[in-house]
């Protein structure tokens, strides 16, 4: 668990989730999400909603921790390449600033599990 206080890590929606912050520091988040019954699509895999929201969470903790937590940032786009399909256990997202300007920030993750890419996206956040 990162050494950050539980409400700049958090959201009642990441917990709904149940998004588990590792670590968070210097443009880069990494977050973990355990596959549950409530995150399967009808076939029974990782639902590709899930798995985006946790992409999206990490890419935002990687902006905050990027220009402060003091300052807000939102998505103003994200595209995700889904490359496998998940039915048990969980992922890890990884996600890095790649450019934080005065306006925007640019983000880049991955997903893994175990060794194995599961998605990749990048993003556009908007500071506010």
């Known amino acids: 668990m990162t050494d950050l206080p539980e409400e700049l890590t958090s959201s009642a929606f990441s917990q709904l989730l149940g998004v588990e912050p590792l670590s968070v ?10 596959l549950t019954d409530p995150l ?3 076939h029974k895999k990782l639902h590709g909603g899930a798995l985006f ?3 999206d969470i990490a890419m935002g903790l990687a902006c905050s921790s990027a220009h402060g937590f003091d300052q807000g940032s939102v998505t103003l786009e994200c595209k995700v390449n889904y490359i496998r399909a998940i039915d048990q256990g969980a992922v890890i997202c990884v996600a890095k600033v790649l450019h934080s300007g005065r306006r925007t920030l640019v983000v880049e993750a991955q997903v893994h599990q175990d060794d194995k890419l599961v998605a990749t996206a990048q993003g556009t ?3 506010v």
């Open 125 to 127: 956040f908007a500071r």
């Open 25 to 34: 520091a210097d443009g880069e988040a990494r977050v973990r999400l355990e």
């Open 53 to 55: 929201s946790l992409i």
């Open 40 to 42: 399967r699509n009808r």
